[in-house]
């Protein structure tokens, strides 16, 4: 089944404490994107990945880090996670053709630093 | 403020009426999508119309979308009870990956 996966979907944790969402998808997409969402507003991305080792910022990528050493994975990188990480983040891809394709999302990672 | 821009921001309507929102954009985009999303899970692509296209059908939904106003609607005709959701429109950057997403129309339909 094509799909995008996101690892862990609910992660509970303290400031300062580095962690790692994970995200892959069975595609062989080409482009990647992270977003997060909070309350009331719509996705806003953070990170993108047009392919393998080619990564740029989105409109929010204080914070974060991302790496792309394969086609299928682009993980997301809190390095000092603070409270104002709080957030629903989604993982997205789609495929060569920016003209024409749909992006497909992951179901969602609930992050709580408290 | 972002690029896409939904409104109404909410919209409560009547099971069997019709349900239309508006969706502005700033940039040159190749095209506009329509998303959906049931409270606090993943979107669910509706409807892509690309910029040389005026108007899309996919069933109960219907897409136009006006490049010279930069602005794209939404109608969904004899709306139901599940399609209660949250209403987003997304677009890409023409000359790079940069995505964008509206803050969303908050649909509910009453039974």
């Known amino acids: 089944e094509a799909q995008v996966t996101q690892n862990p979907r609910y992660l509970i944790t303290v400031t300062g404490k580095k962690l790692t969402v994970t995200c892959s998808q069975n595609?062989?997409?080409?482009?990647m994107s992270w977003y997060r969402q909070d309350p009331g507003l719509g996705l806003r991305q953070i990170y993108y990945s047009m392919n393998v080792e080619v990564t740029d910022k989105g409109d929010v990528p204080e914070g974060y880090k991302v790496s792309r050493k394969e086609k299928r994975n682009f993980p997301l990188i809190l390095e000092s996670p603070s409270p104002n990480q709080t957030s629903l983040y989604f993982c997205a891809s789609k495929g060569e053709s920016l003209a024409g394709n749909e992006q497909f999302f992951g179901p969602g990672t609930r992050l709580t630093v408290l | 403020s972002q690029q896409g821009e939904e409104d109404p921001q909410a919209l409560s309507i009547q099971e069997g009426e019709n349900a239309t929102m508006n969706c502005s954009y700033k940039t040159s985009i190749n095209n506009l999508q329509w998303y959906r999303q049931n409270s606090g899970r993943g979107l669910v692509h509706l409807i892509l119309?690309?910029?040389?296209?005026r108007e899309k059908h996919s069933g109960r939904l219907r897409v136009t979308l006006d490049t010279s106003k930069k602005s794209s609607s939404l109608l969904i005709t004899a709306s139901r009870a599940a399609d209660t959701a949250s209403y987003f429109c997304a677009t890409i950057n023409t000359n790079a990956g940069k995505s964008t997403f509206g803050d969303g129309t908050t649909l509910t339909v009453k039974p």
């Open positions: 595609m062989n997409h080409e482009y």
């Open positions: 119309i690309r910029s040389n296209e």
